[in-house]
Nanobody, 124 residues
């Protein structure tokens, strides 16, 4: 079992930055890929970024490429999402998730464990 706790969300102005953290418990964390997703009311989870188990390979959705950076510290069982140049369109509930595979993936069905989410609100 893996438990995930996101933190770092909040209310910011357009152009600001935030750093989200995802703290994990459980032994499989260091063997698994991790992803960040977000959801807005009425929409499905949107893949944002993924990182493989070693942190050497990352993948980004076009909507955040160049603005967001995913990283992980396996010694701390933590994954981060650095978000820069935020816009009101980034307002959403942000989730981290641990996959059943070691490689980064955009496929939601491969993610077995999800956190409760942290809210990000960006005002213009």
């Amino acid at each position: 079992q893996v438990q995930l706790v996101e933190s770092g969300g909040g209310a910011v102005q357009a152009g600001d930055s935030l750093r989200l953290s995802c703290a994990a418990s459980g032994r499989i964390f260091s063997r698994s890929a991790v992803g960040w997703f977000r959801r807005t009311p009425g929409k499905e989870h949107e893949f944002l970024a993924g990182v493989d188990r070693d942190g050497g390979t990352t993948d980004y959705a076009d909507s955040v490429k160049g603005r967001f950076t995913i990283s992980r510290d396996n010694a701390k069982n933590t994954v981060y999402l650095q978000m820069n140049s935020l816009t009101p369109e980034d307002t959403a509930l942000y989730y981290c998730a641990v996959a059943r595979v070691s490689y980064s993936t955009r496929s939601r069905i491969l993610y077995d464990y999800w956190g409760q989410g942290t809210q990000v609100t960006v005002s213009s």
